[in-house]
């Protein structure tokens, strides 16, 4: 046990990272998908989920306003999806319209449901936390959703073998547990 | 997409969950150790973590009075230390008396580093949230320890196929990604 520098600290801890998606929306109802990594369950009674969000990024600032998310968990099939939320800004472009990914009415809160993903929670936002450069938002979850398929879920990844290789791209790896 | 209970739905996205120790100390300066999967990263610049504890834990005492925690990563040697931790209290037991593991001084925060861990991580805490019957507790990161060997880090598993399996007891499974 030594002192190390952060990188190298990082790499051995910080994956298999599940990797989830939020939906939030405008005050006009316009919807916009950011890709998160850093997520956490919260807690068991009441359900609750906590979600980690750049300030800068402008999910942020839907959040912030309208108090409501979907936490969507894309399968292994959606990874380019998955990397175009990440490293594209709400504020310039369409996610659903450019992805192709397909909203589906929630039933208690106003952002939609992604209809490709395998889970979609519905969640009110009951306290935020300011983070450094980022915010955490907690949410408690009022409804559930699942697909019917067997679809595994999609991982960050990092250069370490075990993993079946998806794919990527700008620094991002995506994989899923072998079979 | 279909409303769903929440056991099918934690079935499909809570796995695998890489699962990590904090340990703290009491007045005194006797430390405990509990045993978590909820936790996340939550700021890059300064670097920040946030954990969520149970309000009933013996070891959200001791954070809220402390205001500091180490994170440790256990490796997939260490599971029934994980589970022991997991499984007992603190205010019962001497938890690094019963593991064996080994307490080392930490350079800027009281709680004792474990010397047998992956990675030791001092924290700060800045920040609390109230989510339901947990706490979360954002903590700064002060400094980094890391372990020289190539050991894997230990993951939360179900019922899937994909882990190697490690072990496990009361309800919980162990496992490692398969090399």
Redesign the interface.
Known sequence: ??????T??DA???R?E?V?LAVSVDKGGKADIIAL????????????V?I?VGKTRYSHKLISEGKEFILA?PGEDMWEEVLYCGTHSGREVDKFKQTGLTP?PA?FVRPP?I?E?????ECKV?????????T?F?G??L??????DQRR?L?SIGR????EFLGGGKGYRFGA???
């Open positions: 046990m030594r002192e190390v520098s952060r190298q600290v051995r801890w910080s298999p599940r989830v990594g850093w997520k956490m369950k919260t807690s068991g009674v009441p359900p609750m906590a980690s968990v589906l039933k449901l209809k993903c395998i889970v979609n929670l009951t306290g935020e936390l300011d983070t450094g450069d980022h955490v907690a408690e979850i409804n559930y959703w699942g697909s019917e879920i991982l370490e073998s075990g993993y547990i072998k079979r």
